[in-house]
């Protein structure tokens, strides 16, 4: 499984991005696809995440009412659309698909259950 991520830059407090991340995977039901974020000198922690078979989500609360994640089945691609971005919210982020349940808190010791895309960067930057 490979993942190809795209829409990273640089965008003002208050701005609005879309990030998107397209998955190389032919059939998706039973996948989830979502996003985490590295800040410099902070741990690698999950931002939103989306089932694919039926678009159910999960936000972090730090992004909850500002991002929202969305899928297109028939492309296997995912979306984060970022409003209201704040200079917090600077960032590496990675995209992520697994084979699970449900999307949810996952930490470090999940991080093995992914398959990761390559960092795109969002700097939030007036």
């Known amino acids: 499984v490979q993942l190809q991520a795209s829409g990273g830059g640089l965008v003002q407090p208050g701005g609005s991005l879309r990030l998107s991340c397209s998955v190389s995977?032919?059939?998706?039901?039973?996948?989830?696809v979502g996003w985490f974020r590295q800040a410099p000198g902070k741990e690698r922690e999950g931002v939103a995440g989306?089932?694919?078979?039926?678009?159910?989500?999960w936000y972090s609360e730090s992004v909850k009412d500002r991002f929202t994640i969305t899928r297109d089945r028939a492309t296997t691609t995912a979306y984060l659309q970022m409003n209201g971005v704040k200079p917090e919210d600077t960032a590496v982020y990675f995209c992520?698909?697994?084979?699970?349940?449900?999307?949810?808190?996952?930490?470090?010791?999940?991080?093995?259950?992914?398959?990761w895309g390559q960092g795109t960067l969002v700097t939030v930057s007036s």
């Open positions: 992520a698909t697994g084979f699970l349940s449900d999307w949810k808190t996952y930490g470090p010791d999940d991080y093995k259950l992914f398959y």
């Open positions: 995977k032919s059939t998706v039901d039973h996948y989830g």
């Open positions: 989306i089932m694919m078979s039926d678009g159910r989500t």
